[in-house]
């Protein structure tokens, strides 16, 4: 009598899985919000700048809201006082930031958990409260021209109301981030590539440029992308701490908006910061698929 053949094992997964229309609903919940709350409202500005009834009471194609933008110079001046903001916000976090980051990753002791407690402070601190404590500090009569006049040294100039004011406020309330996204990008340099290196007669400067710098410049770059789109599109600490002309990109669609009551150019000056924010956008994609390639 021969034996029977063994069973065939099972499965793992089903392919026919009764479980993937769950699935597929809990995706679908906020891809449907996406579309819903960021998708449309796009979509329907970009249409509503550029579909528009003519004198004549017809609708049809028309560019009038973005030759007024680019024709005048109050528009413009405020579009490059924001495209001067984020360019200074960028290379201050990328100074501040990278040094802090490779002392954080190559030290150890208590001091460097201190650093990264500071480092990471900011981000539990929300903007209302910063731009108080920078107009309490910085600003007229604060605490540093209290300090300086007792010692008989005269006030010092200050950010406050200043296009630097928000320069220092974006930049201290992005810090963390960036601090964060460097770390993880550092993670990927091996101390023995750093080793190998010094093995071999590298000096610091040779070590951080050769072999740190090609393992962290997609981080740099994620770190900077996410740093742009949120400094270009602030509204709070510009608002608090920016000068009343020129005005960046967000207290200029508000005033716009609210206190102008123009609301077809509120909806252009959006779309036009939207097209500046998805050109810094597209790096970080293409950061992202790099590394998905890889």
């Known amino acids: 009598m021969t034996d029977a053949a063994p069973a065939a094992p099972r499965p793992l997964i089903d392919s026919n899985d009764s479980r993937r229309p769950t699935g597929l609903l809990l995706v679908a919940i906020p891809v449907f919000l996406v579309g819903w709350l960021v998708i449309w409202p796009i979509i329907n500005a970009i249409v509503r700048t550029l579909w528009r009834p003519d004198e004549s009471g017809a609708i049809g194609f028309n560019l009038d809201s973005y030759v007024f933008f680019f024709s005048d110079q109050y528009s413009i001046n405020n579009l490059t006082i924001t495209l001067w903001t984020t360019l200074m916000c960028a290379i201050l976090l990328l100074v501040i930031c990278l040094p802090i980051s490779l002392y954080l990753r190559f030290s150890a002791g208590r001091l460097p958990a201190y650093v990264q407690a500071m480092a990471i402070f900011p981000m539990f601190v929300p903007s209302i409260i910063l731009a108080y404590a920078f107009i309490r500090v910085l600003g007229p009569n604060g605490m540093v021209d209290i300090l300086l006049n007792s010692v008989g040294l005269p006030k010092i100039r200050t950010p406050y109301l200043t296009p630097w004011g928000p320069v220092i406020g974006l930049v201290w309330d992005n810090i963390p981030l960036t601090v964060l996204i460097l770390l993880s990008g550092l993670g990927n340099v091996a101390n023995q590539a750093i080793e190998a290196a010094r093995d ?10 050769h072999i740190i710098l090609p393992r962290i410049s997609n981080s740099v770059l994620v770190a900077i992308s996410f740093a742009v789109l949120g400094i270009f599109s602030s509204f709070t600490l510009p608002y608090l701490l920016g000068p009343a002309s020129p005005e960046m990109m967000g207290p200029f669609m508000n005033r716009t908006f609210r206190e102008v009551n123009d609301p077809l150019n509120a909806i252009t000056q959006a779309v036009i910061t939207f097209c500046f924010c998805i050109a810094f956008g597209l790096f970080y994609v293409r950061s992202v698929a790099r ?4």
């Open 200 to 209: 071999v007669g590298a000096n610091r400067l040779q070590v951080f440029w």
């Open 291 to 294: 590394n998905q390639g890889k």
